[in-house]
DNA sequence: GGGAACCTACTCGGATACCATGTGTCCGAGTAACAGAGG
DNA sequence: CCTCTGTTACTCGGACACATGGTATCCGAGTAGGTTCCC
């Protein structure tokens, strides 16, 4: 069980177009250059960010995405949802109905499997984490430690 | 990303061996009926449980698995880390180094990535709450809301 | 000189291959129980 | 009746295929900007 890979440059291209914020679009190319990326996969990646609402992308020449909404309301959550969707990490297929579990009678089984409801207080923890973090906090503590970054963004996506 | 099916099976046999806890070794080919699961590869996932000190395996004819220590000393956690491993589910690949940021002076880099951060903080949490439950506090609840299981339980895995 | 039409270059967007990991299966090594012969 | 030995049946364990989803790529639709021609 590993995070898709896409779900790390989402992150660091919402990260950079947070610095950039002059409405601008900026393009995939760019983007992609920027960090070393395989420009067409991450094209895809974005689409998908612009399909969560996450991202708004403008076509033609000079065109290219920027942020849908500030950064402070974009949380990691959101980020992760876009990519991976809503699904749980850990689904239920409910063996305990199988096998030996027919024998029991029905009523043995309104309440949700105990396996699951453990996993999805877990998971629940996990979600309200991301949830509670946004790209804004995630800039200003890169900006705390590294002062720099800010404006080699800049440079990196301006227009010259 | 989708938890390992493994993860669900692996929690219910440590369950169902939970409610035996004679001492006697249950078979794989026990264990799958009850379940109605494939019995190779569940028996390939019992293996992962065994190298993770979870589970005993006797050889053998009569052979089988037991559980190598109580059930309150068994953590969904130590089930999550036996068959997914112990590598973290986001995974920094660092692309903040590259491209733009080979031109920044290295002294930026000195903290972690603060996206691995916020992912790490995330994954801390969900980790916590499945280190905080037990497989005997899943046998607990269990019991609580359908108290036939445990009988059907001994009787499926019974010598008869 | 001003404006409109055309052309070009660049962008996103989806359709299309490739590959790694999870899923599923098979067969062999090894052991415990049983049966039978011998004492 | 007890003990030893050979056989048998059953178990785990690891090596071997298959399928699904993540990874990567390519090409087409569409748009903005620049250019050229005409008025």
Redesign the interface.
Known sequence: ?????G???A??VL?SLAWVDDGEPVSTARLA?????PQAYLNKQLQALVKAGLLESLPGARGGFRLARPADKIT?MDVVVAI?GP?P?????E??K????A???AR????AC??N???H???L??????AA?TIA??KA??EL??P??AG??R??YGRD
């Not at 069980?1 to 890979?5: F, V």
């Not at 990490?89 to 297929?93: G, I, L, Y």
């Not at 923890?125 to 991301?130: F, G, M, N, Q």
Request: glycine content about 4%.
């Open positions: 069980m590993r995070m898709n890979q779900v790390e440059w992150a660091h990260l250059a920027s960090y070393e990326l990691l991976e699904e990490v850990f689904q239920c297929t063996i305990r199988q096998g030996m579990g024998n029991i009678p043995s089984f309104r309440y105990a396996v409801t453990s996993m207080r877990a998971e923890a996990w979600r309200k984490v991301l973090q906090d995630i503590e890169a430690h590294a720099a970054v080699v963004a440079r990196a």
